[in-house]
């Protein structure tokens, strides 16, 4: 197996008695699509909020790039190259779309303690700004304020501001969430296309998507990890189907 | 319409280009007329016999800094801070306190009652240093919190501070200090109405100038950032605890050097500048006037303080006036006064 990019080891969080990620480990490979599936409730949220560091780990480590980071706060590990999209879209509502992929660029850029010159006419922030929107399909849609943005261009928009920070590691929750068809469809040719240049984790109910992109799949029911594959060997696996896939079939 | 023209409105707000432009003119030209008017105002009021204008405004000049300091956490950072009043009396107690040792009083010798406490060279910067770092440390104990708690705890340390100097009987308890006179500033006489005046008006012109700047700087968009969704902002990388600590002790300088002119242009400080209905009133004229714009807080200190001057003449409780204004204000004019004009630009 290849050099994993982030180790997470026996991560636990427990709320109260409810064991959200129970003993959980995970490897995400360089450049790979990793899926995390599951249903409702099964942790996966908190999973992301324990690697992104918005939650604190109870047990476990975390490693990324070799460097230990289960004690970093976010903000830390997002420099490190840890980027989020968030299940319930989170972006600047009052901004404008450019302008939210502009505090991306800035937030990487990592100097931020300027103040006169205005941001809006650097160059250096609206130009990288510009381009991620046409790499996620919003060329064109950079003067929109984002809350008046649809649904689906939210989405593509978080996943802009994501790789705006240059990120080693997408941590992505279900980005396709209330996304149409034909929606679901680009952001999948989205995430495809950046196999190989970024790691993604990725939480998905979709699982046509899932299938179509992950070059391995972490099946998690109730906190724990029951089965960890290539996506053929999790379709196949007997555990897998009574625990989850069952439902759907 | 000209290329330049439409770069400028394009990267503003495509969809309010027209409106945004027409209202550019028609804003520029107000300008004009409010700055032609407070310039003349001094000579003007003199001429009519109505030399109490003067103090009026430079009172409101006095107030508007401090509520454009506000503003500048509260409107554009997000930060309800409900002590802002602390910052504003510590800078007003640094001049008396310096005036009063420079007079002469019972305190501590060396190295007080020297000439320079009674120059405004002098004064104003320490009122200004002494401000910030009172907001540092109130800050950096108060970031740490948020929602609920942050308002709290700001106005908890305002009204610690505002007891703290009630039972200071060396500078007078309750009752305060008297200055002897106001502060030397070389080449200008600041005894005379006018001038001091002047210098309120140029001081809160070249801050709203500094203001704009800083508000469209790569600071100021971090600051907008926390407001908006200080969650994405640490999920981005920024460590936002910092951003808005030096947000926070900008606007504790600033309110300490109104708080300085305060104690000029009043001859005595008392602890009632630091009283929580001092905070109370700043932020009313914040939110009156319109949040997060740099106009809206000056607007709304002209407001407040003109009703109140107006209202006061004929009627004790004139605040009961005010409560309706405010009602109607937040139903009708969600961005006060300024933002219910400008409709949608968030440049002013
Ligand atoms: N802040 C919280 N407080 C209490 N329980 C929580 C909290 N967050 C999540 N949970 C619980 O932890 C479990 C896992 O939730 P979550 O990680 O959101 O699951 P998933 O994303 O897989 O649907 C659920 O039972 C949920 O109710
Ligand atoms: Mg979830």
Redesign the pocket.
Known sequence: MAEALLTARRLTKA??A?K?TDSLSLDVIHGEIHAVI?P????????IKQLSGEVASDQGTIHLGGRDITRQPMHERARLGLARSF?ITSVFGGFTAEDNVAMAVQAHDGHSFRFWRRARSEAALREPARRTLEQVGLGGRGGVIARNLAHGEQRQLEIAMALATDPSLLLLDEPMAGMGPDEANRMVALLGGLKGRVAILL?EHDMDAVFALADRVTV?VS?REVATGSPDAIRADPVVRQAYLGEDA | MSDASRTTAVSRAPAEGKAGRLETGWRAALLTCVAAALLVLPPAAEALDEAFLIGLFTRIFIFALAAVSLDLILGFGGMVSFGHSAYFGAGAYVVGILSFHAAGGEAPAWPFSLPWMESAVAAWPLAVAAAALLALLVGAVSLRTSGMYFIMITLAFAQMLYYFFVSLEVYGGDDGLSIAGKNNLPGLDLENEASFYYLCLLILVVFLLIGRRLVHSRFGMVLQGCKENEQRMLALGFPVYRYKLAAFVMAGAVAGLAGALMANYMGFVSPGLMHWTVSGEIMVMVILGGMGTLAGPVIGAFVLLLLEEILSAYMEHWMIVLGPVMVLVVLFARRGIWGWFQRGDPDG
């Open positions: 709320y109260g409810l959200a599951g409702n409730g099964a942790g996966k949220t908190t999973a299940q939480v998690l906190g």
